[in-house]
C-alpha cells in the first residue's frame, strides 16, 4: 500500500539547509497497524507529513496503491488526501458551534454530497466510534476523550484506505487515552491501515510494528505483539 524509496527531505532556513530525512526506505502493507516513534527533531513528523501528502519529498519515491505521488501537483495531493487518507490530530480541530454531527459531516460539503447522504454517512460514523447518543452535542459539551472520537469519526467519513493519527492522546489522561487506542485497535481489524506517530513507549506499544526515526533515518523497525 504504501512504498517509500530513498525519500530525502531538505529544508531551506534562511541560508541554512536542514536535512530531515536521509535515503528514507519504508513499506507498510495493507491493514497493517503501525507505530512511527521518534524524538523532537528526528524526522518523525517530515516523514507524516509526506505519507499524509502533506508535504513532497526533496528527492526519492513514493507510491501510495501504486501511484506515484512524489510529483503529484497541489490539487492531486488534495485528492489524495481528501479520498484515501483520514487524518486524527492531538488538538482534535473541531468546529467549536458545530454539533459532534455537522463537525463529521463536514468533509462530504466540500465533496458536494446532498444533505441527505451527508447525515446518513455522519450518523452511521458516530455510531461506529459510540457516539449514536452524542450526535446534537457541540464541542464544549464533550468529554476530552468524546471529542477524539467525534475528531476520528470525521476521518473516516470518507471511508479511507489508511488513518494517520498524530500524538492522538496527547491532550487526554491515561485512562482516556487508552480508551482511543482501543478504538484505533477495533478499526485495524475491521480492516483500515492504522499509522500512529507518537513519542510515547507506552502508546507504540498497542501497534503491531514499531519503526524508529532518529536523525533523518529509520533506526529500527520491529514487529511485535500489541498489549
Known amino acids: 500500500m504504501i512504498e517509500l524509496r530513498r525519500i530525502e527531505k531538505l529544508y531551506l532556513m534562511g541560508e541554512e539547509e536542514v536535512h530531515a530525512l536521509h535515503g528514507v526506505d519504508l513499506h507498510i502493507s495493507r491493514n497493517e497497524y503501525v507505530a512511527i516513534m521518534g524524538p523532537s527533531g528526528s524526522g518523525k513528523s517530515t516523514l507524516m507529513n509526506i505519507i499524509g501528502c502533506l508535504d513532497t519529498p526533496t528527492s526519492g519515491q513514493y507510491l501510495l496503491n501504486g501511484a506515484d505521488v512524489s510529483d503529484m501537483d497541489a490539487n492531486e495531493l488534495a485528492e489524495v488526501r481528501n479520498q484515501q487518507i483520514g487524518f486524527v490530530f492531538q488538538t ?13 459531516e463536514l468533509p462530504l460539503i466540500y465533496a ?25 452535542h457541540r464541542p464544549s459539551e464533550l468529554s476530552g476523550g468524546q471529542r ?38 477495533a478499526l485495524q481489524r475491521e480492516g483500515n491501515t492504522v499509522i500512529l506517530v507518537t513519542h ?9 510494528r ?18
Not at 113 to 127: G, T, Y
Not at 200 to 208: F, P, S, T
Open 148 to 185: 477524539q472520537r467525534v475528531a476520528i469519526a470525521r476521518a473516516l467519513i470518507n471511508n479511507p484506505a489508511i488513518l494517520l493519527a498524530d500524538e492522538p492522546t496527547g491532550n487526554l489522561d491515561s485512562r482516556t487515552g487508552e480508551e482511543i487506542m482501543a478504538l484505533f485497535a
Open 200 to 208: 510515547e513507549a507506552d502508546i507504540a506499544a498497542h501497534a503491531h
Open 210 to 227: 514499531v519503526v524508529r526515526i532518529l536523525d533523518g533515518k529509520i533506526a529500527s523497525d520491529e514487529r511485535r505483539s500489541a498489549v
Open 112 to 136: 458536494g454530497l446532498s444533505r441527505r447522504v451527508r447525515r446518513q454517512r455522519a450518523e452511521e460514523a458516530l455510531a461506529r466510534v459510540g457516539l449514536a447518543d452524542r450526535m446534537r
Open 92 to 104: 482534535f480541530n473541531l468546529l467549536p458551534r458545530s454539533t459532534a454531527l455537522s463537525n463529521v
